[in-house]
């Protein structure tokens, strides 16, 4: 890889993670759920776009990343 393939590489990834901000503030400002949330936050962290397209899949298709949820109510606090 040439060191000018590289800078297009490396501005290619800066400009994915700048929309994925920019998405993300939008949402928040709208209200939207932390799972939502979430996911975009993870995206512009760098995570793939494979991971996030199946998260987001899931939360279009249940509201929900999560396929079981546990929540112990019976620890003392």
């Not at 759920?33 to 987001?56: H, N, R």
Request: aromatic share 6%; net charge negative.
């Amino acid at each position: 890889m040439t060191k000018d393939q590289i800078s297009v590489a490396a501005q290619a990834a800066d400009l994915k993670r700048d929309i994925a901000h920019e998405i993300y503030l939008a949402m928040d400002r709208r209200g939207a759920a932390p799972e939502l949330l979430g996911i975009i936050g993870i995206w512009s962290d760098g995570e793939g776009d494979d991971i996030v397209l199946k998260d987001l899949r899931a939360w279009n298709r249940d509201r929900t990343i999560f396929t079981k949820v546990i929540c112990r109510s019976d620890r003392p606090a």
